[in-house]
């Protein structure tokens, strides 16, 4: 009997220790922002080594859109940011079904604008 009471404890101070560490993990704005940046230089520099014309246009409007999204952040438009962000990954969703070069650097980019999407309200 005390040692399921004992694990109870153990599980429950486990996901409450999670919870606080995921709440301090969450970016602020300016955070966001400068992840929508970073990763708009990134997709940008796919798009100049893609040997196909319609993947440099996707991945060029792909970081166009996170560029906007950016923007849209710092100005409280969560809802506008979420709309470019959506295009843009269908943009790298696009890209990646159509073989373009740097396959797991565009799917990498599809997660942090997964995640960035996340922590938008």
Do not use: W
Not at 27 to 43: M, Q, S, T, W, Y
């Amino acid at each position: 009997m005390y040692k399921i009471r004992l694990s109870g404890v153990f599980i429950l101070g486990l996901s409450l220790c999670g919870l606080s560490l995921h709440a301090e993990s969450v970016p602020n704005k300016e955070g966001l922002v400068v992840r929508c940046h970073d990763l708009a230089k990134v997709i940008d520099s796919l798009a100049v080594s893609q040997k196909k014309v319609v993947c440099t246009d996707k991945l060029d409007g792909a970081s166009t859109l996170i560029e906007l999204a950016g923007g849209l952040i710092l100005a409280d438009s969560y809802s506008s940011a979420k709309e470019n962000l959506n295009k843009a990954l269908s943009n790298l969703q696009y890209a990646e079904l159509n073989s373009c070069r740097h396959y797991i650097r565009i799917v990498h980019s599809k997660l942090e604008v997964h995640q960035i999407k996340r922590y938008l309200y």
